[in-house]
């Protein structure tokens, strides 16, 4: 089944720490994107990349950093500097190098701090 | 500029009620409107979709009614069933390539 594949659903980090969280599309998406979600406060962009390669912050990047080596994967690391990082991660893809007119979404990981 | 405005935060209706979602925007420059629905534990999806030369679009039970002079527009889903239980996000963007800007979301829980 073609989708979008996050891993794992559930994430605890110790404080201190770095975690990473996985995103996987086999769509053949030429655009990904993370986005964070917190109780009321919507949909919020962290990072988001257009082309392999090559990525760009979106609102809230501070303590979060990405890569895009492969156009399939899109990986999100939550650095030691996010001191907020309890929150539900979201990573989505488009088919064309821009948001287009519909973003697909993987299932999300929930992140807490022990 | 950049914001959409989404209420209420959260909404609870009976079995077979309307329920009614409203979002409004200050920048005319949008011109396209997509609506998401997300169920627990899950990614949102695209629900539906307006651009602003029409009032209205409809899909089944789901209608977006849009009102270009007010730069408002809203989500009714008629005959709610239990199954539409979910978070709903309005959303904004300028042409194809635009960053998507969401509203906050709406909790909508259909009462059996």
């Known amino acids: 089944d073609g989708g979008i594949t996050q891993s794992p659903k559930y994430l605890f980090r110790k404080e201190g720490q770095n975690v990473t969280l996985s995103c996987e599309q086999n769509?053949?998406?030429?655009?990904m994107y993370w986005y964070r979600q917190d109780p009321g406060q919507g949909l919020r962009l962290i990072y988001y990349?257009?082309?392999?390669?090559?990525?760009q912050k979106g609102d809230i990047a501070e303590g979060y950093s990405v890569s895009r080596e492969k156009k399939e994967s899109f990986p999100l690391t939550v650095t030691s500097a996010q001191k907020n990082p309890t929150a539900f991660y979201l990573c989505a893809s488009s088919p064309t190098t821009g948001w287009g007119e519909k973003l697909f979404f993987g299932s999300g990981t929930q992140l807490s701090v022990l | 500029q950049q914001q959409v405005k989404q209420s209420p935060q959260s909404l609870i209706v009976q079995k077979g009620g309307i329920s009614i979602i409203n979002c409004a925007y200050e920048n005319t420059a949008f011109d396209y409107f997509p609506w998401y629905q997300q169920f627990p534990g899950k990614g949102p999806a695209l629900l539906i979709a307006i651009r602003p030369d029409v009032s209205e679009k409809k899909e089944g039970r789901f209608t977006i009614s849009f009102n270009k002079s007010a730069k408002q527009f809203s989500l009714h889903i008629m005959d709610s069933q239990p199954g539409d239980s979910a978070t709903y996000f309005c959303a904004a963007s300028i042409g194809r390539d635009d960053k998507i800007i969401f509203g906050k979301g709406t909790r909508l829980h259909i009462l059996p």
């Open positions: 769509l053949n998406h030429d655009a």
């Open positions: 990349s257009q082309i392999v390669n090559d990525f």
